[in-house]
Structure formats: C-alpha cells, structure tokens
C-alpha cells in the first residue's frame, strides 16, 4: 500500500513538473514538485531509496522535456541526500525540517542549473534580478509545496500504524 | 577498515552516480540522435504525455472559465451543475474553433513562405524551469523530421530540431541562451546574428541583436528582423521579431533588444520545415 501511495505522488509530481506547470506559464514563480516531493520521502525513508526514485524522475524528465539527459537528477540527488540526512534524526511529524531543507535544495539546483548554463555559452542579464526575482520565490514556493507533500504523506503512506515497518 | 567502508556508502554510491550522470549530460550535449534507451522511453511515453497535456489544458480552462463567471445563480447548486456541463460543451468547442483558427493561420503563414514541404505537430512537452528553452513535439523520424530543421508558428520563427526520436523530436527555441540566429533588418537589409539572453525582469521572452555594422546606426524600434539565409539552416525572410529598444553604447556588443515574433508561453502547434522549393 505504501509502494502505491508513493507511486501516486511520483505520478503526481511528475505531471505537475513536466506538464502542468509548463501548460499553465508558470515561469518565475514556479515550485519544483520532484525536489519538493523527494526531500519528504528523503526524512521519512531515508536517502539510498530516495535517490534511486529521484535519479529514475530525473532520467525520465529529462528525455521527455529538458536539453541534457541527467542534469535534472543530479539535483534530485542532492535533495535525497538533503531529506535522508534528516532520516529517523527528528520526528517525522516535524514540517518545518523538510520545507526548509527543500527550499535549500531548490536554491542550491538553480545554482548548479545557472553554472551549466553559463559554462555552455548561455548569458544572464543581471543575475541579482536572477536571484530575486526566480530563485527566492521558486525556492519558497517550493519549500511550502514540500510542506504540503510531507503533511499528505505522513498522513497517509506514512501514517503511525504503518511507520513501523519503515524501520529496520 | 569495513565500517569505514559502510560509513562512506553513501557517499561512493553517490559519487559512482554523479560520474556516470555527468557522462551522460556530455555524451547527451553532443549526441543529435537519440540513443536506443531514450529513443525507446520517449517513444512509450510521448503518447502519454500528449495526453497529459490535453488533461493540464482542460484543467487550466475550467478553472478559468470557473474565476471568469460572475453570474449569481451559479450560487444555486443545481444551476452551478448545468453551467458546468454546459460551459464544459461551449469549451469543447471554443477548443476546437480555436485550433481550427491556429492551423489555418499556420497555413496561411506557411503559404506565405512560397513552396516547400512542411509537418504540423502539437507541443507535447515544455523544458522544465527557467535556463533552458526547449519543448518537444509530436513527431519525430516517421514523419520525415531531421535534426536542425526550422519549426515555426503562424508569427514567424521558432526554433531548430536538436534531437529526434521516432515519434517525437525536441525543439530548440531561439530564445533559449545560447542559441544564435543570422539575421537581417527588413528595411535596410542590414545583416547581424540575435541570441538568446536570460532575463527574469521583462514580461516577454526577449533576444539580443550584435554583430550589426559599426556604420549601420539607423536601426530604429519597430524594425522587423527577419533570417537572413545564411549558415543554411534557417530559409530566408522568416519572421524573427521586431527591434524593442536600440541600444547607444555598444560597449557589450549588443545593439538592440529584440522581442519575439513567436508568444513562446503559448505554444500549441508548431510546423517543422522538411523541405524547401527546389530541394532534390
């Protein structure tokens, strides 16, 4: 049942990322839902699952939509490896961990998104402006997504009666 | 020695990974075909992912259409039902007028471009984020789609095919930062190049135009841009867009902004030039 809920999500997540957030011309203002969804599951099961959901949405996103094939799930990396850090640390009921930590992620991939970019012949026109006005808002955005995903899950795959077995 | 190694698992994981990730993003850069692996998983989920684009279109509609009715009986209940289904018709169809209107507008363009052979496919997906600007669309190799072919839309010039696939291939936008077009100004004839710029503050997608004449300064806003021809990828007198503002000091080489013929945040359909009047 747990495999299934977060299947949903990954579905979930995926479209909002590949298609939904496109379709809609959200363009500054906009969450990531994978980093926000991978950073929950990160504290609530640890990194080494995590990552092998995030490198596969990665993998998939980029052959789908994106320019280069495995840049996407270098961050989605970064943001197991940030969730699972917090892995059986704090309670999983805490919410303020995961939001924050996803709204670092977030911040830290634009970063590593900006230096590809730059290093492949792209230009920026003036990369305060950059920072103020996409990176802040999409890394909140992101963090406040990664809130919601955390308090459905831990509700849900991850509720009390079923959180013991998550343990080894 | 061994819970060493166990404590620095995730980390070799990790690092194993992040190698063969970044081999991957350099083979991709400079890959134009798709590999088997790629070829096949856009080739299963391009039909899905078609389909998730008519659903996201549909959900963006009805909620619009949801804010956009300020009539009071939709308070009633049994109202609000009938009006949903109703306005769920007049949308089918308003859908439907809409993109009779956008394809005959695409032929009209394309007309217009005198004779050669042209493929229409709908946008089935859109890069992620900001950095890079590219979409794919829904057909690829069977339809006889190469890589650097020109797309365009019923306003002018798209972009370039960068990858193909079976049945679906990716479009690179002109507007995305480092892609440069040869272009010329309509009025004076005057040849330069238009590049792609990152700019999060302009409510449009803008491009820079450089390389124009150090004598040539009649450059004026309103100016249309349109491809020049040369490098051979791109036919002459497609519509790249109009000069927004002239720039006086060209100490970064720029000089002029450059907004887009094409509305990139609404693209639907676009058309793919695989073949021009005289090609054997």
Redesign the interface.
């Given at each position: 049942m747990r495999k299934f809920i977060i299947a949903i999500f990954c579905i979930i997540a995926f479209?909002l990322?590949?298609?939904?957030?496109?379709?809609?011309?959200l363009?500054?203002f906009?969450p990531?839902a994978i980093i926000a969804l991978l950073v929950s599951l990160g504290v609530l099961m640890g990194?080494?699952p995590t990552?092998l959901i995030g490198?596969a949405l990665g993998l998939?996103?980029?052959?789908?939509?994106?320019?280069?094939?495995?840049?996407?799930?270098?961050g989605f990396?970064i943001a197991a490896?940030a969730g699972?850090f917090f892995f059986e640390k704090y309670y999983a009921d805490n919410l303020i961990i995961p939001s924050v930590t996803a709204a670092a992620v977030m911040f830290l991939k634009?970063h590593l998104?900006?230096f590809?970019?730059l290093l492949?012949?792209?230009?920026?026109?003036?990369y305060p402006?950059?920072l103020l006005?996409?990176m802040l808002p999409a890394s909140i955005l992101t963090g406040l997504l990664c809130m919601f995903f955390h308090l459905i899950l831990r509700r849900t795959a991850f509720a009390p009666g079923r959180r013991r077995s998550m343990k080894r | 020695m061994k819970k060493g190694f166990l404590k620095s698992k995730?980390v070799l994981?990790?690092l194993i990974?992040?190698v063969?990730?970044?081999v991957?993003?350099v083979?991709?850069?400079r890959s134009k075909s798709a590999n088997p692996g790629?070829n096949a998983?856009?080739s299963i989920?391009?039909p899905i992912?078609g389909f998730?684009?008519r659903?996201?279109?549909g959900?963006?509609n009805f909620f619009g259409n949801l804010f956009n009715t300020t009539d009071a009986d939709v308070e009633n209940a049994r109202l609000k039902a009938e009006l949903a289904q109703h306005n769920q018709t007049l949308l089918d169809l308003d859908e439907a007028h809409r993109e009779n209107e956008r394809l005959r507008e695409l032929l009209n363009y394309a007309g217009s471009l005198g004779d050669g052979e042209y493929v229409t496919a709908a946008v089935i997906?859109?890069?992620?984020?900001?950095?890079?600007d590219?979409?794919?669309i829904g057909a690829g190799r069977n339809r006889g789609i190469d890589v650097n072919m020109p797309v365009i839309c019923a306003n002018g010039l798209v972009g370039v095919v960068?990858e193909v696939g079976a049945n679906w291939c990716?479009v690179?936008s002109i507007i995305?930062?480092?892609m440069a077009v040869p272009v010329m100004i309509e009025r004076t004839r005057d040849g330069c190049m238009v590049?792609?710029?990152?700019?999060?503050?302009a409510a449009d997608k803008q491009m820079?135009l450089y390389y124009l004449p150090a004598d040539r300064t009649d450059l004026m806003p309103g100016d249309i841009v349109m491809t020049s021809g040369i490098g051979g990828i791109y036919p002459k007198g497609i519509r790249v867009g109009t000069v927004k503002e002239v720039m006086t000091s060209t100490g970064s080489g720029v000089n002029a902004i450059i907004t887009p013929a094409a509305d990139f945040?609404?693209i639907e359909e676009v058309m793919v030039i695989i073949g021009t009047a005289g090609e054997g």
């Open positions: 479209f990322e590949a298609v939904f957030f496109g379709s809609v011309g363009r500054n906009r990531d990194w080494a990552m490198v998939l996103l980029d052959i789908l939509c994106n320019k280069y094939i495995g840049l996407s799930s270098l990396i490896h699972g634009e998104m900006l590809v970019m492949t012949g792209g230009r920026v026109s003036s402006m950059l006005v996409h | 995730p994981v990790t990974a992040v063969l990730l970044v991957l993003i083979i991709s850069s790629e998983a856009g989920f391009s992912q998730a684009v659903v996201s279109n959900i963006s997906g859109k890069s992620t984020g900001i950095w890079f590219t979409f794919t960068s990716k690179t995305d930062p480092d590049r792609g710029v990152l700019d999060t503050v820079e945040l609404h």
